[in-house]
C-alpha cells in the first residue's frame, strides 16, 4: 500500500483526486491539506510516501512550501500538482526538490505514472509540458546565439535570479551600487526587458541561467 498526501487549497480538486486513486487498491490518501500551514501541521501527525502538493496556495507560495516541507521530510517525494505549464515554474519546483511535475488536468493514468515513478526514485514531467520545454529549450538556444554577456554580467544575472537586492550584490561581488545598477541597465537593455521578474524569466528560457 503506498499512502498519499494531497494539498490544494480547492477541495473539489482533492475529491476528485481521491477518487481516481480509490479506483487503484495499492493507494491510499492519508493527508488532505488546503494550505501550507495545514500541511506542515498535518505532518507533525503523518507522513505519506508521496505528497502531492499544489504550487498556488492562500498562506504561501508551493515553491517555498517544498523547501521547508523537505527540511522536515528529506526523503518524501514531492509532486507538484498546478495549471502552470511554464517552464519557469517546473525549474523553480525540480531546484526546490520536487521530484515531480504534474498538470492538474491530467487523467488517472498520468497521475498513476507520475507516483510510481517518484516512488522508484525516478524524477517525471508532464509529457505536455516536456514537450513544451523542449520547444522553448530550442528557442531560448537560437535566441541565445546573439545575446553575449560579460562574466560580471553572468554573475549579476545569477544573483538577480535569487532574488538578491542591488546593496546584497554590491556587497557579494564588491562593487559600488551605481556599478551594480549598471549591469543591470545592460542586462535589461541586451535582454529587451524592463523589470527584474521579466529579466529573470527571459534568462531562464534563452538558458542564461
Keep these: 500500500m503506498t499512502t498519499i498526501g494531497i494539498v490544494d487549497d480547492h477541495p473539489l480538486i482533492i475529491e476528485g483526486l481521491v477518487q481516481m486513486l480509490d479506483t487503484f487498491q495499492q493507494f491510499e490518501v492519508v493527508l488532505k491539506a488546503h494550505s501550507g500551514e495545514g500541511l506542515l501541521s498535518a505532518l507533525e501527525r503523518t507522513v505519506p510516501d508521496v505528497l502531492l502538493l499544489d504550487i498556488e496556495l492562500p498562506d504561501t507560495d508551493g515553491t517555498a512550501l517544498c523547501l521547508k516541507v523537505l527540511e522536515i521530510c528529506p526523503e518524501l517525494p514531492i509532486i507538484a500538482l498546478t495549471n502552470h505549464d511554464e517552464v519557469l515554474y517546473v525549474r523553480k519546483m525540480m531546484r526546490n526538490g520536487a521530484m515531480g511535475y504534474l498538470l492538474k488536468g ?30 522553448q529549450a530550442i528557442t531560448g538556444r537560437n535566441a541565445a546565439v546573439n545575446v553575449k554577456l560579460t562574466n ?58
Design 106 to 135: 491530467t487523467d488517472r493514468e498520468g497521475l498513476v505514472e507520475a507516483i510510481m515513478s517518484v516512488m522508484s526514485g525516478k524524477q517525471f514531467i508532464d509529457r505536455e509540458i516536456e514537450r513544451s520545454i523542449i520547444d
Design 152 to 209: 560580471r554580467e553572468c554573475e549579476v544575472l545569477a544573483l538577480i535570479a535569487h532574488e538578491h537586492s542591488n546593496q546584497e550584490i554590491a556587497d557579494r561581488l564588491f562593487l559600488s551600487i551605481r556599478t551594480v545598477e549598471s549591469h543591470r541597465h545592460s542586462l535589461n537593455q541586451k535582454l529587451n526587458i524592463r523589470t527584474a521578474a521579466g529579466l529573470v524569466r527571459e534568462a531562464y528560457l534563452r538558458g542564461l541561467i
